[in-house]
């Protein structure tokens, strides 16, 4: 069964038309027309996604997402914004939505974007791609995904053993691209500062303790 979705927009119009679609989707939901009544929503029964308006009298989309995070970290946020400030969309992403609609936009991106992120529905590709709980590790796989669908060029740093080449098979397992599969190439990692060789081994992992994987985009 498909996972249910709140729908939060204080436009009745546009709520009805939102709601139209999910219900031509095949999705069940529950629209309420501002966040106050989304979180009392949300202590009433169960849901797969969550998606919202930015701009709504009240408590806006923005903290409502801050709530959200706080009380139910593993629910997935999309957040619809006739206003397509970059800066805005960034700060979203950095703070745990799932992804960033700027209106107008078609049926069919809506309906897409409700099936990739809602609880309970995995593609063949989240099926064989690694598993996060911790909240860092989920918004990197989610960066690495919307990554996937460009054509940035991706770098991944970190050190030994952190999963660099795990998440460089991820991201290359949901783009266009996936097949065939990608080569891997390995070079030797950077060496320590001289004077790490001088320390006994049970200080260097204190010193220099390996730091999580981390991908950057760069358009060219």
Known sequence: MAAKVLLVEDDRALREALADTLCLGG???????????????????????????????GMDGHQ????????????????????????????????????????????????????KHALGKLTAGDCDGPVALEPASVQLLELASRVAQS???????????????????????????ATPAPAAARWPARAPPDRHDLLPSIYRER??????????????
């Open 27 to 57: 999705h069940d939901y529950r629209a309420v027309d501002c966040a106050e009544a989304a979180l009392v929503a949300l202590t009433e029964e169960p849901f797969g996604l969550v998606v919202s308006d930015v701009n709504m009298p």
């Open 151 to 177: 054509d940035s060029t991706v770098m991944i740093t970190g050190e030994s053993g952190t999963g660099k080449e795990v998440l460089a098979r991820y991201i290359h397992q949901q783009s266009p691209r």
């Open 207 to 220: 010193v220099w303790p390996p730091a999580p994987a981390t991908c950057a985009a760069r358009t060219v």
């Open 64 to 115: 409502l997402l801050a709530q959200i995070r706080s009380r139910y970290p593993q629910l997935p946020v999309l957040l619809m914004t006739a206003f397509g400030a970059v800066e805005r969309a960034v700060d979203a992403i950095r703070q745990g939505a799932a992804d960033y609609l700027v209106k107008p936009f078609e049926p069919r991106t809506l309906l897409e974007l409700v099936a």
